[in-house]
């Protein structure tokens, strides 16, 4: 069955650096999100993704992060100045399409830690 | 702003039992719901989707049901197997949070034990 899948499992980086966490999306999904969960809590919207432009982005998701669909199969989320709290496992997901019937698809997540 | 709970943080049952998890909401009604599986280090996996106009879905043991009256969704596992253990998330999309792009609002989870 296809699936999410992001690259690396676990990132480790020193605070202020940029890091950049891949995803490869289903094939013939349309939309892409990214969530972040922090340990111990729950998972929590940070944006969507859709037609090459974000459609919707949380409080969370600041000028500090961006993503990209550089090909068209990659879907990256870069944060440029990392910050301690930053830490947390990120997850991709995708959607077929708009429909209601249509779940979201998640990826196995990127643990992040800094430093 | 909408706020999503599950009613149990933690869920003992014995194998073969029934387990009932709880998700409810307040103010509006999500347009869907969906329950995922997590399991330690992993992504949430996909379970069963249900809508606002539905009132009860079935997937092999699993079944859920929506009451939009009560805001209020019931997961049920039936015939549990130590297998079944793991956290379990409901999560939901409004329309007026960005519910029309499929984002979703999650609850903090259940963490189900099934005891041999």
Known sequence: ?115 | SQKIEQNSEALNIQEGKTATLTCNYTNYSPAYLQWYRQDPGRGPVFLLLIRENEKEKRKERLKVTFDTTLKQSLFHITASQPADSATYLCALAFLDYGGSQGNLIFGKGTKLSVKP
């Open chain 1, 1 to 115: 069955e296809p699936e999410v899948t992001q690259t690396p499992s676990h990132q480790v980086t020193q605070m202020g650096q940029e890091v950049i966490l891949r995803c490869v999306p289903i094939s013939n999904h349309l939309y892409f999100y990214w969530y972040r969960q922090i340990l111990g809590q729950k998972v929590e919207f940070l944006v969507s993704f859709y037609n090459n432009e974000i459609s919707e982005k949380s409080e969370i998701f600041d000028d500090q992060f961006s993503v990209e669909r550089p090909d068209g199969s990659n879907f990256t989320l870069k944060i440029r100045s990392t910050k301690l709290e930053d830490s947390a496992m990120y997850f991709c997901a995708s959607r077929r399409n708009k429909k209601s019937n249509q779940p979201q698809h998640f990826g196995d997540g990127t643990r992040l830690s800094i430093l």
